[in-house]
């Protein structure tokens, strides 16, 4: 008896990852707010037919300002050759967010900028730390995905964002 509850423990673990793992394949319907204080439902990204990257960072760290400050350059370059899009989510909580809008106008970011002050899309994408990256393609499918941040990383996800571009 003990030998089928486990051979049925590991068949329901099978299962539930598996049903996990497909539902991390598109964006989830979470609404969180820009640096004017307007809601944005994320899933609406995954509808607009762009590449669209979201690059999720705080102001307290340092590899991930480092990351956006390195993707200043390529994005005016890939916004040139394709219809692409980079979302940068804060993850300051909430005694920080009034740090967000004078740092990132203090840079040179022409991107969009989102306030995940809660939390709930870091949560929903399973996300355990920043920097995170991910890529959803033109169709709204999460297609690539990358933890922390060292120098040269943006090339690798320059060569991700040209493969769906082509």
């Known amino acids: 008896m003990k030998r089928f509850f486990n051979l049925l423990t590991a068949c329901l673990l099978v ?13 989830p319907s979470v609404a969180i707010s820009d640096l004017e204080g307007k809601k944005v439902n ?9 590449i669209t990257v979201f690059s999720f960072w705080a102001t307290w760290c340092s590899p991930c300002k480092k990351e956006l400050n390195n993707l ?3 994005y ?4 040139d050759e394709m219809d692409i899009e980079v979302v940068a989510v804060s993850i300051d909580d909430q005694r920080n967010v009034s740090k967000i809008k004078p740092y990132v106008n203090g840079q040179n970011w022409d991107y969009t900028v989102l306030l995940d002050t809660n939390q709930e899309l870091m949560r929903a994408l399973n996300i355990q730390n920043v920097p995170f ?3 959803v393609d033109a169709e709204g499918n999460i297609v690539y995905k990358h933890s922390g941040y060292v120098e040269g990383d943006e090339y690798e ?7 769906l571009a082509d």
Request: charged fraction near 35%; aromatic fraction near 10%.
């Open 76 to 79: 005016d370059e890939w916004r």
């Open 157 to 163: 996800l320059e060569d991700k964002v040209y493969e």
């Open 15 to 27: 299962v539930f990852t598996s049903v996990n793992l497909q539902a991390q394949d598109a964006l």
């Open 72 to 74: 200043v350059d390529l």
């Open 42 to 50: 994320v899933s609406d990204f995954a509808r607009d037919g762009k």
């Open 133 to 135: 990256t991910l890529v």
